[in-house]
């Protein structure tokens, strides 16, 4: 069965997103592009990150900076949606006045990394709750065999990846939100009709479901839904500045892992600086056996444009002290407009953020109304 929205955004144009990437390249070009004239089915983008924190650089590099890069670039008819997706947080214990803080300063970084609202819509997930009705009615398709095959429940608990429902342990930590995360992140997306979803690599299994939910729908229903494409930023993976075997995240124990897009210049370099490398003090660029420095080529690559090949050989006759030295002013040079416009839109003494959430609500449930108009009426309710 043909998906209703099939790929008509131009080759030059998804490589530019990919950084090249053939591979995704190809992927994309698969996506039949028939029936789809830009006009009559235009494009529609959504992603959507946690209110658990200020996001961090792996976060801009991943998602962000590529939410607004397409927001530049993509054709004057896609659509897009970006969200702070506040009922995924609740999968995990929260303290109430914690999440408010940071859904409105998830909000303000949105706006501050460049997210033009004339442009696309933000909002909160919610204060639209088609995303939460279309969630119950795709969790009577989602397959239970699936879900407990996903790898984020096993994580977030704790838990060894190999572990299957069976096991007691997994049974009596398991709450049934987590359990269910992905069927609401394929709520989020198909009730929005997203043909294209721009994410970091930890989320390809997540939009896997998405697409195969999508088809299981269809094929029970008929042709509601088009099959999400993921596109996965160039910056695949940032790793931790202290455990570069794992990826950077808001939820490492150690703050120096992680740069935030409010860190003062002082503070970037500092955490740079400490990154955790190897005892070799000279530079080159070999992810398996030398994470800690590739991880700091590769994030320089990200600003630089340059190969991390090509970095590393230009650091080669230098010192790694040197190569710390730019990359954090590199950073801090990138981030520091982005930190300057998030501090003001936070300080803000008028109600701008909350006017701007309350448009973009607006507009984010009239564009959900109008798949749950078909849907309900495909289920007869
Ligand atoms: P989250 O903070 O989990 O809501 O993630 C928001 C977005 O950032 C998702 O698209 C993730 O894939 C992306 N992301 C999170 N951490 C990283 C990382 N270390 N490297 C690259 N992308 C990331
Ligand atoms: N699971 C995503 C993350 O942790 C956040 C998310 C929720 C999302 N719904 C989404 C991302 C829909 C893309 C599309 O990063």
């Not at 397409?70 to 009922?87: E, N």
């Not at 390809?204 to 998405?210: D, G, P, T, V």
């Not at 931790?240 to 794992?246: D, Q, V």
């Not at 950077?248 to 409010?262: F, G």
């Amino acid at each position: 069965m043909e998906s209703p929205g099939s790929s008509t955004l131009t080759h030059s144009f998804v490589r530019s997103l990919t950084g090249g990437d053939t591979k995704e390249v190809r992927r994309w070009n698969s996506v039949p592009a028939a029936k789809a004239t830009s006009s009559a089915n235009p494009q529609i983008i959504f992603s959507g990150i946690q209110p658990t924190g200020v996001p961090h650089l792996g976060n801009y590099l991943g998602a962000l900076r590529e939410w607004v890069r397409l927001q530049d670039t993509a054709p004057k008819d896609t659509r897009m949606f970006f969200s702070i997706v506040d009922l995924h947080a609740l999968t995990v214990p929260q303290e109430a006045r914690q999440l408010k803080t940071w859904r409105r300063e998830g909000f303000a970084t949105l706006l501050a990394v460049g997210l033009d609202p004339s442009r696309a819509t933000v909002f909160h997930q919610s204060a639209v709750h088609a995303h939460t009705e279309l969630f119950w009615i795709l969790s009577t398709v989602a397959s239970m065999g699936y879900l407990s095959r996903m790898t984020q429940w096993k994580s977030k608990l704790d838990l060894p990846e190999d572990i299957s429902l069976e096991d007691s342990a997994a049974r009596a930590k398991l709450r049934l939100g987590l359990f269910s995360y992905p069927v609401l992140q394929a709520a989020d997306i198909l009730v929005h009709r997203a043909t294209h979803v721009p994410v970091g690599e930890d989320q390809r299994q997540h939009l896997e479901f998405s697409r195969y939910t999508a088809n299981s729908f269809n094929h029970l229903y008929g042709n509601i839904f088009p099959a999400p494409e993921a596109i996965i930023s160039p910056a695949k993976r940032v790793m931790s500045l202290k455990e570069p075997t794992l990826k950077m995240s808001k939820s490492h124990t150690d703050k120096r892992s992680r740069i935030l897009l409010t860190d003062s210049s002082e503070d970037i370099h500092k955490k740079v600086k400490s990154a955790l490398t190897d005892s070799d003090a000279s530079v080159s660029y070999d992810p398996v056996h030398r994470p800690g420095v590739s991880n700091l080529l590769e994030i320089l690559s990200h600003f630089d444009g340059r190969s991390c090949e090509d970095l590393a050989a230009e650091y080669k006759s230098s010192s790694l002290q040197s190569l710390k030295g730019h990359l954090g002013s590199q950073i801090s040079l990138h981030l520091q407009p982005i930190r300057e416009r998030y501090l003001s839109l936070i300080a803000d003494k008028t109600n701008y953020l909350d006017v701007v959430a309350e448009e973009g609500a607006r507009t984010a449930s009239a564009n959900a109304d109008v798949t749950m108009r078909r849907v309900r009426e495909t289920l007869g309710l």
